[in-house]
């Protein structure tokens, strides 16, 4: 199916979501923080990016917006996966050029839904 670049500094949050895209056929690639992130998302070329927001170093929102304007990366969709469960919060996240945002704990249908929206 896809190939969908994880990052998120969790571990525990990475297992999860690997684990709901892994079983419904989806390749996954983790990285741990905003930087690690920008670097796989170039090496990697995934097919969508599951951002956090709250990470040490480059945060979610600086991330995505640094994606959004590299042309090697601009056309990668980004659904941000963050615990920030504020209008504003969301609103500033899709002006940093996200194309979704979803609030943890995410449910598996609903990510499988949005992932799906994304890439068809």
């Known amino acids: ?34 930087e690690d992130g920008l670097e796989k998302a170039k090496a990697e070329k995934p097919d969508l990016v599951l951002m956090d927001v709250v990470m040490p170093g480059l ?3 600086q991330a995505t917006r640094k994606l959004k304007r590299d042309p090697a990366t601009a056309q990668i969709p980004v659904i941000i996966v963050t615990t920030k469960d504020q209008d504003t919060d969301r609103e500033w996240g899709l002006r940093q050029g996200a194309n979704d945002y979803l609030v943890k704990p995410v449910e598996a249908t609903e990510l499988l839904e949005k ?4 890439l068809s």
């Not at 992932?115 to 994304?118: A, E, F, K, N, P």
């Open 59 to 61: 945060n979610g929102f």
């Open 115 to 118: 992932v799906g929206q994304l």
């Open 1 to 34: 199916m896809a190939k969908i670049l994880i990052v998120d500094d969790s571990p525990t949050e990475q297992y999860v979501l690997t684990q709901h895209l892994q079983n419904a056929g989806h390749q996954t690639v983790a990285a741990g923080s905003g």
